[in-house]
């Protein structure tokens, strides 16, 4: 079972929604195109997610498992974003140094700022 990301995306806005019309909306997506992309994340499931009806869409058990997930990966998703772009900012990162024990203890300290005990 392979979900992208635009699929987990398109499925929260439709729960969040009711309906794939205004889930396709919030999406930016063409409702044809939203509604294919429901059709065949059931087909991966093996199970329907969504009830539709004349009022719009309701999920089914299998439907809020799926949304439970999604939004956990999409979280996890942004979190490594974040964790990356400190990465490439340059405001996290490792720095190794090589000093005898006296030296880490006398001098370090306070060159990083640390406050003596």
């Known amino acids: 079972m392979r979900f992208d990301l635009v699929d987990l995306q398109l499925f929260l806005r439709v729960a ?3 309906s794939i019309t205004h889930g396709a909306e919030r999406s930016n997506m063409a409702l044809a195109s939203a509604s294919e992309r429901m059709r065949k994340m059931e087909e991966l499931a093996g199970t329907a997610l969504l009830e539709r009806g004349r009022r719009g869409v309701i999920l089914t058990p299998a439907g809020r498992a799926l949304a439970h997930h999604a939004h956990l990966v999409l979280h996890q998703i942004e979190h490594m974003k974040g964790e990356l772009s400190e990465y490439a900012g340059g405001t ?5 140094i090589q ?3 006296s030296a ?3 001098f370090l300290p306070e060159s990083l700022g640390i406050p003596r005990r």
């Open 16 to 18: 969040e929604a009711g």
């Open 92 to 96: 996290k990162g490792r720095v190794r």
């Open 99 to 101: 000093a005898n024990a």
């Open 104 to 106: 880490v203890s006398e």
